[in-house]
């Protein structure tokens, strides 16, 4: 069974709606793995929406299982992938106005630039996963970067409104996994995952790490509120 990275991003997202310090996503990550996640994931993009790089920095030293760092391939991002030194990188596709990473890289198109940047990071001895689509021209530009892994987009897989649509985005994502690990390089897989679709991507041979946020965090804000309600009535009260 692959295991669990915790993508904590939208934890920051709900600090940075205020601008304040709660929640903090440096004591969710705690939790996180307090609660048996194998890895903590986070994003820094480029606007600094959710996380910030003082997370990043305070993250580093407080994970103990493996940090790792989803970022855009540019310079601004190598930079401070190879001061943090994270336990992997994930290069993702990234603009400004998009809500949420939308669609894998195109490894095939930049596969110089795409090349460099694989390079840079494994020789500073960070490995690197490439968040692409499972689409054989991809995969194989994948492994032509050396990169050790790839990130198996599902959100198609996620989004399928039929269940002849998400059966159909399954076996592509099975055919994904089989070919990138026929050429090499190691399979984990994310995006929209949720409490009702992840355990037929968990059951794909040769899944090794499955990273998972929004469902998780939406689900931490309803199974808590009964709680952190009763908690602000108590406070009210003066007995917390
Ligand atoms: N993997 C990658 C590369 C992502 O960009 C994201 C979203 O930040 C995730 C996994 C997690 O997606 P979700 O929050 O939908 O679980």
């Known amino acids: 069974m692959p295991t669990l990275g915790v993508n904590i991003d939208h934890i920051a997202t709900i600090r940075q709606a205020r601008r304040t310090v709660e929640p903090d996503p440096v ?20 606007d600094r929406r959710h996380i910030q790089d003082r997370d990043v920095k305070l993250l580093r030293q407080t994970v103990r299982t493996h940090l790792n760092l989803e970022m855009a391939a540019t310079d601004e991002m190598i930079k401070i992938a190879l ?6 990188v994930t290069l993702v596709p990234e603009r400004r106005e998009e809500v949420t990473t939308e ?10 630039r795409m090349g460099y940047v694989v390079t840079t990071l494994q020789a500073a001895g ?6 692409v689509d499972a689409d054989s021209q991809q995969i194989h530009a994948s492994a032509a970067t050396s990169a050790q892994f790839v990130e198996l987009h599902t959100g198609r897989y996620a ?11 399954l076996q592509m994502l099975k055919q994904g996994c089989q070919q990138a690990i026929a050429a090499g390089l190691r ?15 968990a059951c794909l ?36």
Request: charged residues 25%; hydrophobic residues 45%; glycine residues 10%.
């Open 159 to 169: 989004d399928a409104k039929t269940e002849t649509a998400r059966v159909s985005e």
């Open 27 to 46: 004591a969710a990550a705690v939790l996180a793995e307090l609660a048996g996640a194998d890895g903590i994931t986070v994003h820094l993009r480029e």
């Open 187 to 201: 399979v984990n897989a994310g995006h929209g995952l949720t409490y009702w679709n992840t355990h037929a991507v």
């Open 103 to 112: 669609g894998g890289l195109n490894i095939a198109e930049q596969s110089d």
């Open 205 to 240: 041979d040769g899944m090794e790490e499955l990273n998972i946020g929004h469902t998780i965090v939406s689900r931490a804000a309803l199974v808590g509120l009964e709680r952190a309600v009763r908690e602000m009535k108590q406070v009210i009260r003066g007995e917390f």
């Open 83 to 88: 001061e943090i030194q994270p336990d992997y």
């Open 126 to 131: 960070i490995p690197v996963s490439l968040f």
